[in-house]
């Protein structure tokens, strides 16, 4: 039970139409200012004074992530449930929901634009990893341990990029089936996959951001280095739950926090890596459970990037 006053400044804050207008962006991800200044066409430090009154009364959270901020709905208490009855009333044909919903895929559509023109530049010589002084080794060796020795009927690799975990897991799956978006990286992992003899791993062209369900249903779905170019992992994980048998597993692996920016401006980035909490939470979000979580540090000490592997399942 709220007192009285803490009640009216929450109605008043959910009282105003952009306000209405944020929450119902926000029902469907989460998104940084900038995108919602797009998609609204308001100026950013009016659309950042509605997001503070939101995020004051409890009704949106923030999430500071090295020079961007994140917005998304707050999951429990009197303002996600006051938030969760106003979307649920509001008109899906309305005229201005509409244009909302219709410039927010636009805005979407161009994140993917621009990681896909990023990996059309570098898919010959891709080395960032490299470069990053990742423990490629060590993770690969995870991954494979982490189907212990079984062979899996459908293994999906979701932004499969060059092909690598297709190569990697070859033993793992009798069908492997890997997508993206970009027609380099696939041009790569194509000649990558035949020269290497695999043929039961093939890849696709595909946007995992609006995932095609027939290319499940999987025992395995594998997202190795890609959540971290989605400004929503937990909606990416959702919809890549959607592709899983019941029981089936996911294997992510991407970087723990960081500080990185310049992996933003100049290599497409758009999340500074995921933490625990974080994937705990999209997780039971999209219906799974964190079996698992392994880290594995820089091998070049405070300059690389952690990595970590986590191991999901559906237990209905
Ligand atoms: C860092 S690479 C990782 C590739 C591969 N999983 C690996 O670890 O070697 C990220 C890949 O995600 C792909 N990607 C990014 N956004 C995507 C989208 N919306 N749909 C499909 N693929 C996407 C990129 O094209 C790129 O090949």
Not at 15 to 26: H, I, P
Not at 180 to 191: F, G, I, N, P, Q
Not at 214 to 227: C, M, T
Request: glycine share 8%.
């Amino acid at each position: 039970m709220a007192e009285l006053a803490e009640l009216v400044s929450v109605l008043k804050a959910a009282g105003e139409g952009t306000r209405v207008r944020l929450l119902a962006l926000l029902a469907d991800g989460a998104h940084s200012v900038k995108d919602l200044t797009e998609i609204l066409k308001q100026s950013q430090p009016r659309v950042s004074r509605h997001l503070k009154l939101l995020a004051d009364a409890g009704l949106v959270q923030r999430n500071a992530e090295g020079a961007w901020a994140y917005y998304s709905l707050t999951l429990d208490g009197d303002g996600a449930e006051l938030a969760q009855w106003l979307i649920g009333h509001l008109d899906p044909e309305d005229v201005e929901r509409r244009r909302d919903i219709e410039r927010q895929a636009a805005v979407r559509a161009s994140h993917t634009a621009q990681a896909t023109e990023y990996f059309a530049k570098v898919a010959s010589s891709w080395d960032l990893l490299k470069t990053l002084q990742v423990p490629e080794e060590a993770v690969e060796a995870a991954v494979v341990a982490a189907l212990g020795g079984r062979r899996v009927e459908t293994l999906v690799d979701l932004g499969t990029g060059t092909g690598r975990m297709l190569e990697v897991l070859a033993d793992s799956y009798k069908r492997g089936i890997g997508l993206d978006s970009s027609r380099e990286m696939l041009t790569v992992a194509r000649s990558r996959l035949s020269g290497a003899g695999i043929t039961h791993g093939q890849v696709r062209m595909g946007d995992i951001g609006d995932l095609d369900v027939a290319v499940g249903p999987a025992d395995v779905v594998v997202i190795h280095q890609v959540l971290h170019y989605f400004d929503d992992p937990g909606r990416m994980l959702a919809q890549a739950r959607r592709l899983l048998k019941p029981g089936g597993e996911m294997i992510i692996v991407d970087f723990a926090p960081h500080d990185l920016e310049f992996l933003r401006s100049e290599h497409a980035h758009r999340r500074l890596g995921l933490s625990p909490e974080q994937m705990s939470r999209w997780a039971a979000a999209a219906g799974l459970v964190v079996d698992a979580m392994q880290s594995f540090p820089s091998q070049s000490g405070q300059r690389g990037l952690t990595v970590c592997l986590w191991r999901l399942s559906d237990k209905t």
